[in-house]
């Protein structure tokens, strides 16, 4: 079991000094997506009129929609975490708007949604013969609250005495705030992945039943905007192999270094991917890892050259059959760009001719397929 440090100074490594990480307070807001995705055929925009223009010209559905935070709801019902903002709400293909079966103005309608804290509202939205119905249900996390949770998990929570047991500690001691119950249950469910992955603290599960609390715990903990939460998600996403900038991260330096090698390695060329060797200071707060996540972030963030040393352990720890896929093909990744390193291409070759056929990664493995061609040819 390892750790990620969270919220410290980073150490840019060859420049010898220490930068500190800007104190960027949290607003307790919901993190709003990088991209916003269509529910119908899954294209992303990169703004929400962009989506609106798409969903409506290419979806012409007559229904009324809600969306909330440029996220077409699908479902009747909704949580929701976080004070409402007068523009969280977009009410589209809707000739008139109904609260709790009257008949209101969409400004009205806001103002109210803006007010709650914690209700179950209704609404629907009507138009010629067609309407959609919602049930809002708003339970605002207090920021006092979710401080002193956040207080609690890194007391109780360390790498050391990580267990079942301590989970149910935590618990017990959050069980006074009323309004962070989801958020509790998140962090508990993310803990309990780890033990499971790992195998140990106490846990009933198998290890198999570890990404299922993971996407529980990443259900739920998306929609909170602390460190914290971001950091929880970030790890978990690395693990599902859902890597993106990682623009989100910067109070996780180590995991937002490490998610965007792989993500530049998944969406483009692989040499132009070099981990720089970035160095924290261990001295700031400390996020429980899986033991094989660890290592992962580890390697990955070593100089090529120190990488190159290591080679014997990283193809040791891959033949390891504890392994998810999705760590297995972090290995393949990070072991293709050492072996391109060394010049040793049928080993490159070989790491990368599993994912060949791979929707999400078939790009990366054909690079370093015609990669290693080029390299070759140059040699002969
Ligand atoms: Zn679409």
Same mark, same amino acid.
């Given at each position: 079991?390892?750790?990620?440090?969270?919220?410290?100074?980073?150490?840019?490594?060859?420049?010898?000094?220490?930068?500190?990480?800007?104190?960027?307070?949290?607003?307790?807001?919901?993190?709003?997506?990088?991209?916003?995705?269509?529910?119908?055929?899954?294209?992303?925009?990169?703004?929400?009129?962009?989506?609106?223009?798409?969903?409506?010209?290419?979806?012409?559905?007559?229904?009324?929609?809600?969306?909330?935070?440029?996220?077409?709801?699908?479902?009747?019902?909704?949580?929701?975490?976080?004070?409402?903002?007068?523009?969280?709400?977009?009410?589209?293909?809707?000739?008139?708007?109904?609260?709790?079966?009257?008949?209101?103005?969409?400004?009205?309608?806001?103002?109210?949604?803006?007010?709650?804290?914690?209700?179950?509202?209704?609404?629907?939205?009507?138009?010629?013969? %067609?309407?959609?119905?919602?049930?809002? *249900?708003?339970?605002?996390?207090?920021?006092?609250? @979710? #401080?002193? /949770? =956040?207080? $609690?998990?890194?007391?109780?929570?360390?790498?050391?005495?990580?267990?079942? %047991?301590?989970?149910?500690?935590?618990? *017990?001691?959050?069980?006074?705030?009323?309004?962070? @119950? #989801?958020? /509790? =249950?998140? $962090?508990?469910?993310?803990?309990?992945?780890?033990?499971?992955?790992?195998?140990?603290?106490?846990?009933?599960?198998?290890?198999?039943?570890?990404?299922?609390?993971?996407?529980? #715990?990443?259900?739920?903990?998306?929609?909170?905007?602390?460190?914290?939460?971001?950091?929880?998600?970030?790890?978990?996403?690395?693990?599902?192999?859902?890597?993106?900038?990682?623009?989100?991260?910067?109070? #996780?330096?180590?995991?937002?270094?490490?998610?965007?090698?792989?993500?530049?390695?998944?969406?483009?060329?692989?040499?132009?991917?070099?981990?720089?060797?970035?160095?924290?200071?261990?001295?700031?707060?400390?996020?429980?890892?899986?033991?094989?996540?660890?290592?992962?972030?580890?390697?990955?963030?070593?100089?090529?050259?120190?990488?190159?040393?290591?080679?014997?352990?990283?193809?040791?720890?891959?033949?390891?059959?504890?392994?998810?896929?999705?760590?297995?093909?972090?290995?393949?990744?990070?072991?293709?760009?050492?072996?391109?390193?060394?010049?040793?291409?049928?080993?490159?070759?070989?790491?990368?001719?599993?994912?060949?056929?791979?929707?999400?990664?078939?790009?990366?493995?054909?690079?370093?397929?015609?990669?290693?061609?080029?390299?070759?040819?140059?040699?002969?």
């Amino acid at each position: 079991m390892g750790y990620l440090v969270l919220w410290d100074t980073i150490d840019p490594g060859n420049s010898g000094g220490s930068v500190p990480t800007p104190d960027s307070p949290w607003t307790g807001h919901v993190i709003v997506p990088e991209k916003f995705a269509c529910l119908h055929c899954q294209a992303q925009f990169a703004t929400k009129d962009e989506l609106f223009e798409h969903r409506f010209n290419e979806h012409p559905y007559r229904r009324p929609v809600l969306f909330y935070q440029g996220r077409e709801l699908n479902n009747p019902r909704e949580d929701i975490y976080h004070v409402i903002a007068a523009d969280d709400f977009d009410f589209k293909q809707a000739d008139w708007l109904e609260l709790e079966g009257e008949r209101v103005s969409e400004a009205v309608l806001r103002h109210f949604l803006t007010q709650q804290r914690q209700k179950i509202v209704k609404i629907r939205l009507v138009n010629e013969g %067609l309407s959609s119905e919602y049930e809002l *249900k708003i339970h605002v996390a207090d920021l006092a609250e @979710l #401080a002193q /949770v =956040d207080e $609690l998990f890194f007391t109780l929570l360390d790498q050391v005495n990580l267990s079942v %047991l301590a989970v149910d500690q935590f618990v *017990k001691a959050c069980r006074k705030f009323n309004t962070v @119950l #989801a958020y /509790v =249950d998140g $962090l508990s469910h993310y803990i309990y992945a780890i033990l499971a992955k790992d195998q140990t603290g106490g846990t009933q599960l198998r290890r198999d039943q570890a990404k299922g609390r993971m996407s529980r #715990a990443l259900e739920v903990l998306k929609r909170f905007d602390t460190p914290l939460a971001r950091a929880i998600c970030g790890v978990i996403n690395f693990n599902l192999n859902c890597f993106s900038a990682g623009s989100t991260l910067e109070h #996780a330096p180590k995991l937002q270094q490490a998610m965007q090698w792989f993500h530049h390695l998944q969406t483009q060329v692989p040499n132009l991917a070099k981990p720089t060797g970035i160095g924290v200071i261990d001295q700031g707060l400390k996020l429980p890892l899986d033991r094989f996540t660890d290592s992962i972030l580890n390697w990955v963030l070593m100089p090529l050259e120190r990488q190159a040393e290591q080679l014997d352990l990283i193809v040791q720890s891959k033949r390891d059959s504890a392994h998810f896929d999705e760590d297995k093909l972090k290995l393949s990744m990070l072991l293709s760009q050492i072996y391109l390193f060394m010049h040793d291409y049928a080993p490159a070759k070989h790491q990368a001719r599993g994912s060949m056929n791979d929707p999400a990664f078939g790009a990366w493995a054909q690079a370093v397929l015609d990669q290693c061609e080029t390299m070759n040819e140059k040699q002969t």
